[in-house]
Antibody
Framework: QITLKESGPTLVKPTQTLTLTCTFS??????????VGWIRQPPGKALEWLAL???????RYSPSLKSRLTITKDTSKNQVVLTMTNMDPVDTATYYC?????????????WGQGTMVTVSS | QSVLTQPPSASGTPGQRVTISCSGS????????VYWYQQLPGTAPKLLIY???QRPSGVPDRFSGSKSGTSASLAISGLRSEDEADYYC????????????FGGGTKLTVL
């Protein structure tokens, strides 16, 4: 069974750096064709894709947020970490991580439950 | 402002067929597959359609997808109350170094 779970602070102050961890099980990020992505959703608003890291350490970022984002993986711990710098209240959202399978569905097949992050002083 | 354009709302009565559109450009829908996600209230999104018209295991055949040029559609036939949800289209965009783009979402109400 494949599961993903997001963890991190629920509240951050403006200008601070957010660090979120996606811990997964049921697959390996060293397996060809596997990727883990981050997607966020402000309250009552649409999904917004943020970043993606593949098994071969290829990384992709949202062009509008690229300067603020860093995505890394720790294959031995089955974790993917996303950092976002200079947080602002508009970054308040539920942050999801999700599994992408290249060559299978090529889509985000399995999603975590999401973690709500509020940016406020 | 989402890269892919969807109508903000759609509605239908039980048993009806409804369609939701998704409009993009040559760098995303025009040159790549389209995907659809269903998000039930208070839950994480779920993959509904992949590669334009393929259904993952467990998704009823009442759901179907199509694509033409730079637009795509999701059709739901035999509408049921449990289909009331938000629906999002997505596609890979080839511009810059490549990235995923989502639609603004369509809230489907079953009357």
């Amino acid at each position: 069974q494949i599961t993903l779970k997001e963890s991190g602070p629920t509240l951050v102050k403006p200008t601070q750096t957010l660090t979120l961890t996606c811990t997964f099980s049921g697959f390996s990020l060293s397996t060809s064709g596997v990727g883990v992505g981050w997607i966020r959703q402000p309250p009552g608003k649409a999904l917004e894709w943020l970043a993606l890291i593949y098994w071969d350490d290829d990384k992709r970022y949202s062009p509008s947020l690229k300067s603020r984002l860093t995505i890394t993986k720790d294959t031995s711990k089955n974790q993917v970490v996303l950092t976002m710098t200079n947080m602002d209240p508009v970054d308040t959202a539920t942050y999801y991580c999700a599994l992408e399978t290249v060559g299978a569905t090529d889509a985000f097949d399995i999603w975590g439950q999401g973690t709500m992050v509020t940016v406020s002083s | 402002q989402s890269v892919l354009t969807q109508p903000p709302s759609a509605s239908g009565t039980p048993g009806q067929r409804v369609t939701i559109s998704c409009s993009g450009s040559s760098s995303n829908i025009g040159s790549n597959y389209v995907y659809w996600y269903q998000q039930l209230p208070g839950t994480a999104p779920k993959l509904l359609i992949y590669r334009n018209n393929q259904r993952p295991s467990g998704v009823p055949d009442r759901f179907s997808g199509s694509k033409s040029g730079t637009s795509a559609s999701l059709a739901i036939s035999g509408l049921r109350s449990e289909d009331e949800a938000d629906y999002y289209c997505a596609a890979w965009d080839d511009s810059l170094s490549g990235y995923w783009v989502f639609g603004g979402g369509t809230k489907l109400t079953v009357l």
